[in-house]
């Protein structure tokens, strides 16, 4: 079934059958990334509630995944209100997207991206809205591996196997997924995160997305990871006094194979300040781009008065 629009972008229902991801096909490479990650998720039980809009499928030129809008009730939670962009033709991408009817400029949102490119089209849009922009542009990194995952249909798979994976310096670690509990700890070690409502998306996150951690002894968590609804790894960290063990590696070996194991597509980025991150990665066979993953965080300015 195809589907041509013309001047503006149209839902398609997440419906599998026409939601298939060889229509994405990652022809336009590393760029589409946060949409084919989201697509992946909604045919794989859409615990995010997100929908998908196209000028064309499977002939398309612009993509944008969003939330459904009865989940974007909150107008400042910004981790809520998130839309996922690629697109073949700024021009065009531009003009669908000042429309009211793609997105709600009167919310605090978060639009994210592989396109450093859109920035200078937002900034338009957002000046002649009266929003505020606040621009995150980070490196990019992706394993080639991930081109060639199958895409089975089916509720996803967000169990870990209790195994012990780590015995040294009288340290016994296994490899679990983190529980709702464990949230405010995650929470409070995310730099974009550190407020209520980013512990309410992290939770949320935990509860329908694949987590990965090392306990302790006692059962706390000292390294972990959390996947988002875009199959982004983020969130990670190991507490400070576990570092420089070679903890953090036992727990990207074990995720990685976990996720190739299951056939989820997975990608991940790092700030340019941790460069001392880059060479692990690239020695794990992570190939890295520059600015190539973007955040647009949108606030509407209050007018004046006069």
Not at 131 to 137: K, R, T, Y
Request: hydrophobic content about 35%; charged content about 25%.
């Amino acid at each position: 079934m195809s589907l041509k629009l013309e001047g503006t972008l149209e839902i398609i229902l997440s419906n599998p059958h026409m939601l298939q991801l060889k229509n994405l096909g990652l022809r336009e490479g590393r760029e589409l990334f946060k949409v084919y990650g989201a697509i992946f998720h909604i045919i794989h039980g859409n615990p995010f509630n997100l929908e998908v809009l196209v000028d064309s499928w499977p002939d398309y030129q612009t993509v944008v995944t969003r939330p459904k809008k009865q989940e974007m009730v909150d107008k400042l939670d910004r981790y809520t209100n998130t839309y996922y962009i690629f697109t073949k033709d700024l021009q065009k991408c531009q003009q669908f997207l000042e429309s009211t009817e793609v997105i709600d400029w009167k919310q605090v949102i978060q639009i994210q991206g592989c396109q450093e490119s859109l920035d200078k089209r937002l900034r338009k849009i957002a000046a002649s809205k009266f929003l505020q922009v606040e621009h995150l542009s980070n490196v990019l990194f992706v394993k080639e591996e991930i081109l060639q995952l199958g895409t089975t249909e089916g509720k996803l798979v967000t169990t870990v196997p209790d195994t012990k994976v780590f015995e040294s310096r009288n340290l016994e670690l296994t490899f679990a997924r983190l529980n709702a509990s464990h949230a405010k700890l995650v929470n409070d070690h995310w730099e974009l995160g550190l407020n209520e409502k980013s512990l309410n998306y992290v939770i949320r996150c935990i509860q329908n997305l694949p987590t990965f951690c090392l306990l302790d002894s006692e059962g706390n968590p000292i390294s972990w990871v959390v996947m988002d609804q875009t199959g982004e790894l983020r969130m990670a960290c190991t507490l400070p006094q576990y570092r420089a063990k070679g903890i953090g590696h036992y727990l990207k070996v074990n995720t990685l194979q976990y996720l190739f194991k299951e056939n989820i597509p997975f990608f991940l980025h790092i700030a340019e300040k941790k460069k001392y991150l880059f060479r692990g990665l690239i020695q794990s066979g992570f190939h890295s781009y520059p600015h190539g993953w973007n955040q647009w965080t949108l606030t509407p300015k209050m007018k004046s008065q006069y």
